[in-house]
């Protein structure tokens, strides 16, 4: 019905940049949010970013001001872009959208299948 796709992850070094896209396609009538979390070993899933459909922003603590995520309405796909990227940014990030698929009465949330970042020192 629904696939997130993610690409953009890959191997930096610590300060180094990074930008992930996340496209939703399938058979989707709105989009609510979409937004990034990440999971490192061992650790909970933890919310990144997240844009909701009025232009409205959440961001973790610890993003402290070095991730700016977009979001391309027309385009249903999701943006972040990561500078002055640490080691302990090291995580699998996943890309959700919380959206009403054609056909249903309520919004439902979908997951890409995640993207790898590392960030070596």
């Known amino acids: 019905q629904v696939q997130l796709v993610e690409s953009g992850g890959g191997l930096v070094y610590t300060g180094g940049s990074l930008r992930l896209s996340c496209a939703a396609s399938g058979s989707i009538r709105s989009i609510s949010t979409m937004g990034w979390y990440r999971q490192a070993p061992g650790k909970e899933r933890e919310l990144v970013a997240v844009?909701?459909?009025?232009?409205?922003?959440n961001y973790g603590d610890f993003v402290k001001g070095r991730f700016t995520i977009s979001r391309d309405n027309a385009k249903n796909t999701v943006y972040l872009q990561m500078n002055s990227l640490k080691p302990e940014d090291t995580a699998v990030y996943y890309c959700?959208?919380?959206?009403?698929?054609?056909?249903?009465?309520?919004?439902?949330?979908?997951w890409g299948q995640g993207t790898q970042v590392t960030v070596s020192s």
């Open positions: 959700n959208g919380r959206l009403w698929v054609r056909g249903t009465v309520a919004p439902s949330d979908w």
């Open positions: 844009v909701y459909s009025s232009g409205s922003i």
